[in-house]
């Protein structure tokens, strides 16, 4: 089971601090969210990063085997 974090924008877009997967990759577990804004959220994820377990990626193609921890990062003012 991998944890994903969100934070600033994609917390406000899905509606929640963290939800749980059991998806293959980040991009699977990420469309199989049902976020409180869905138009918002669908436009975010590709100006996200995420670090996994740590490691900065942009590849939502990622596998999740053995990851537990995904945070989810949206582009930030001045960063």
């Not at 934070?7 to 929640?16: C, E, P």
């Not at 085997?65 to 960063?79: L, T």
Request: charged residues 20%; contains cysteine; glycine residues 8%.
């Amino acid at each position: 089971m991998t944890t994903i974090r969100f934070f600033a924008a994609a917390r406000a877009a899905v509606g929640a601090d963290s939800l749980t997967t059991t998806g293959p990759t980040i991009e699977a577990a990420l469309g199989a969210i049902h976020a409180a804004d869905p138009a918002r959220w669908s436009a975010l994820q590709e100006r996200c990063s995420y670090l996994v377990d740590g490691v900065t990626t942009r590849e939502r193609a990622t596998s999740l085997d053995g990851v537990e921890i995904v945070d989810v990062m949206p582009p930030f003012a001045g960063g």
